[in-house]
């Protein structure tokens, strides 16, 4: 499995950014991404999480009803659409996710935010009051 993100960037406080995580080399309709972040100074943080095989979301405090992931999987990426962004959003952000699709239907559920097999690059996200 290959993860490629984009949509990174500066935006000021308030704002919105779309992220996009692309996947490759295995069956995206029974794949898991999660979505993590990693501020400055501080530990790397699991803030969201979406199974293709059913649909099911999940969020951390931190950004639920701000943050709002999804797919498509006729181009096989997943989106996450960030919005009223806060100077605490800051940092990296990667996509990333299970070793296979065989894992996929319980990543969320059972693995995610302790753990991912494959990552993404990470793309910088900054907040500017």
């Known amino acids: 499995v290959q993860l490629v993100e984009s949509g990174g960037g500066v935006v000021q406080v308030g704002g919105s950014l779309r992220l996009t995580c692309r996947v490759s080399g295995d069956t995206f309709d029974n794949y898991a991404i999660g979505w993590f972040r990693q501020a400055p100074g501080k530990g790397r943080e699991g803030i969201s999480c979406m199974s293709m095989s059913d649909g099911e979301t999940r969020y951390s405090d931190s950004v639920k009803g701000r943050f709002t992931v999804s797919s498509d999987s006729a181009k096989n990426v997943v989106y996450l659409q960030m919005n009223t962004l806060k100077s605490d959003d800051t940092g990296v952000y990667y996509c990333?996710?299970?070793?296979?699709?065989?894992?996929?239907?319980?990543?969320?559920?059972?693995?995610?935010?302790?753990?991912?097999?494959?990552w993404g690059q990470g793309t910088q996200v900054t907040v500017s009051s």
């Open positions: 990333a996710g299970p070793g296979s699709s065989y894992r996929g239907p319980y990543y969320c559920q059972m693995i995610w935010p302790h753990e991912a097999d494959r």
